[in-house]
């Protein structure tokens, strides 16, 4: 597949955990979007979960940030002042040429679309326009939602070429040449993680592929993902 490298979209996926793991998804959010500024990228929000990042090589840095990250902390929800752990699946995606997108053809039986009013900066499009959209793929259960555009259609126009993206992506993972022939697909096994991020009893960020451990995990959740590269 021929894509852009200078094109990443972003996508979290809260684990099981409620509030702590809703809250680490935001976080993760808040630090691809650091990562983002830092390195003077331009920044869309698509949507609560998913950003669209554009700058030079950004697909090919943040591509390997796919997978499970894990959250050891003291929780802010809990009373008791508990630790907890708390999961989120990153999806990191290429974007889809046009003339790609075009040769991927999903049958309208197996589209659910939603759409809902999007609330914008200062209450700008609040409560007037349904013009964000959601739209899910019941064979693989993927779902994909956008409200960064101004208008209905190319929010769903938005929509479907994410959800096209994620579709090629996972029929290569699946190693399938066709849209139809994909299915249910497997939910992610929290606990195989990629990258765990400690704040207590100690704090430390540690690669599970390389083993690399860095103690300036602040640093890092506030966007300085380099700091992960360094020798």
């Keep these: 597949m021929q894509t852009n490298p200078n094109v990443a979209t972003v996508s979290i996926l809260a684990g099981a955990g409620g509030d702590d793991a809703k809250d680490w998804a935001s976080m993760l959010i808040r630090m691809y979007s650091r990562y983002a500024q830092l390195k003077n990228w331009k920044l869309v929000a698509v949507d609560d979960t998913t950003i669209e990042i554009r700058g030079e090589r950004a697909y090919e840095r943040l591509k390997d940030e796919s997978g499970v990250h894990r959250l050891v902390r003291i929780s802010p929800f809990d009373a008791k002042k508990l630790r907890h752990t708390s999961f989120a699946l990153v999806e990191v995606f290429p974007e889809l040429p046009a003339l790609e997108a075009s040769h991927v053809q999903i049958p309208e039986k197996d589209l659910k679309v939603e759409f809902s009013r999007a609330g914008g900066p200062g209450g700008q499009n609040v409560n007037k ?43 290569e993972e699946k190693h399938e040449k066709e849209v139809s022939n994909l299915r249910t697909r497997v939910a992610p096994e929290w606990g195989h993680e990629i990258r765990s991020y400690v704040l207590h009893p100690y704090k430390q960020v540690k690669d599970h592929r390389t083993g690399k451990k860095i103690s300036r995990v602040e640093e890092v959740l506030n966007g300085d993902l380099d700091l992960l590269n360094e020798r």
């Design 129 to 171: 326009v349904e013009t964000a959209v959601r739209v899910a793929h019941l064979p693989t259960g993927i779902v994909v939602s956008s409200r960064a555009e101004r208008s209905q259609a190319a929010n769903r126009e938005k929509a479907i070429n994410l959800l096209k993206a994620k579709l090629v992506k996972l029929m």
